[in-house]
């Protein structure tokens, strides 16, 4: 018995030392806090007055997203939009900053939305864990269409008891 413990007490401690934590954690309760949501632009076809999204392939961007003042570790990220009869698709992305001033010049994800479905469009997007600061640039893939649009977003914050 003496040598098997000699033996396998490394093995026994690195084991203990990894199956501890683990219980911890799927015995958390995990709470998610949800502020309200928040209009970041929108056009006046959603009752804004951001001018409508130019049929120019450059960005439009909003102001700062703010997730870090407040504690939130991520958002909700929706886009609303009209396509009925439109060619061109939208292009949405996300520029990353680290304190709500210097944003990046390369996006921090970009998806092309396929705008050609009809009126009052929605896709909806989670960024979990999302950079402190940030802001939304959208812009039309080709120079044929432009777009009434709203981005809204609701941040999140989560807590383990």
Sequence with gaps: MKKFWS????????LLILLVPVGILLATTFKFSYPAETVLAETNGYGGAVPDL????????????D???NGYYGMWLTLEYDSSGTTD???????????GTNFDDVEFWTVEVDATSGNDEQIT??????????RIGVKTSDTNDTFD??????PTRGDGT
């Design 125 to 134: 997007f989670q960024m979990w864990p999302a950079p402190p600061h940030g």
């Design 54 to 65: 130019a049929a120019d392939e450059a960005y439009d961007y909003t102001s700062d997203i």
């Design 67 to 69: 997730l870090e003042t």
């Design 89 to 99: 698709n939208i292009i949405i992305s996300y520029f990353a900053s680290y304190d």
């Design 149 to 154: 649009y709203q981005i809204t977003y609701l």
């Design 7 to 14: 033996h396998n007490k490394k093995v026994i401690i690195l």
